[in-house]
């Protein structure tokens, strides 16, 4: 009991130092859950406000978005915008999860398919479509999560929602054997797509337009919005930061620099600042694309999210100290 008051008083004394308001991308490892990473990072920032923007299942690895202390408000924000995807879809297995991760419910040959056939079913999973998600999912139906449900032996029906698909390309097509001896053909895909989408329901309704079942053998998340795999660091690389006493700790994406990538800016003038902190609601500019807008006062310090509601700003989220 003694360990845990002393642990505890730890994110105090780092937040009378400055824990860092900001980002931290993540490339994330296979078979941790996303709340694994945020369970790991709040050690590292010694503070328990880290949240993320958009899950990642624990078999994909890839972009995780983190906030850290004020940051978390972005978080929301940050989770409707668009993501980029590279994966393998393995047709002539269907699995209880749609992936890897779940057991093999069906197999059937599926050699020799036409590229032709691929491509065409490719293109009927492209643009707005309505997609049905995987019931193996955190979708909640009646305030219970949906694999909730289905490990407790229900049948679930999840309802089709709208959701968007950019991109959905197929580089390459490889003829192989499955564990089973099932002669299955792997696609390497490319996805980019809206907040929402699951990859996996795209392998298992590819597979059914084929009519030899599919799903998701692997997955890894190269983007989400402006945040790119590049900016991204394994949490070995993160701890190694932390541990070293000649560096700057862990390594944050300033909260300004952050909302500055995803967001359209909007430098305002002191009065208008001034205004803005006091709750008033400021007349606004009409900005290309719609979204949120990041306020920035003449000193350059972000001071709030705003959007626009009939010509003036409204405050989604305050961030000015």
Request: charged letters at 25%.
């Amino acid at each position: 009991m003694k360990g845990k008051n002393t642990r505890a008083k730890r994110p105090e004394a780092r937040r009378a130092g400055g824990t860092p308001d900001g980002l931290v991308i993540v490339d994330k490892p296979s078979g941790f859950t996303s709340h694994d990473v945020v369970a790991k990072t709040r050690g590292m920032a010694r503070t328990r406000r880290v949240g993320h923007a958009g899950t990642l299942d624990p078999m994909a690895t890839g972009v995780l978005v983190l906030g850290i202390e004020r940051a978390t408000k972005l978080l929301g924000h940050l989770a409707l915008t668009e993501k980029e995807y590279v994966g393998t879809i393995r047709l002539g297995q269907q699995s209880v999860t749609d992936d890897a991760e779940g057991e093999i419910t069906a197999s059937r040959a599926a050699h020799g398919i036409a590229r032709e056939a691929v491509d065409a079913g490719v293109a009927e999973l492209t643009g707005a479509i309505m997609q049905v998600p995987s019931k193996v999912s955190a979708i909640k139906i009646d305030g219970k999560r949906s694999y909730s449900r289905v490990r407790d032996g229900e049948d679930v029906e999840i309802p089709a929602r709208p959701v968007t698909v950019s991109s959905f390309v197929v580089h390459s097509v490889h003829e192989t054997e499955a564990e089973d001896g099932t002669p299955v053909t792997d696609l390497l895909v490319s996805v980019e797509c809206s907040s929402g989408t699951y990859i996996r329901a795209l392998a298992r309704d590819l597979g059914a337009a084929l009519g030899v079942g599919g799903h998701l053998t692997a997955l890894r998340r190269t983007r989400v919005g402006p945040y790119k795999l590049d900016q991204a660091r394994t949490l070995e690389d993160l701890q190694a930061a932390v541990d070293d006493e000649a560096g700057g700790g862990l390594p944050v994406m300033p909260i300004g620099e952050a909302a500055s990538a995803a967001f359209t800016r909007w430098e305002v003038t002191a009065d208008q600042a001034r205004l803005l902190m006091n709750g008033a609601r400021v007349p606004m500019p009409l900005f290309e694309g719609g979204g949120p807008v990041a306020a920035f006062g003449p000193d350059g310090t972000f001071l709030a999210l705003l959007e626009n509601q009939g010509g003036r700003a409204k405050s989604l989220a305050v961030f000015a100290p």
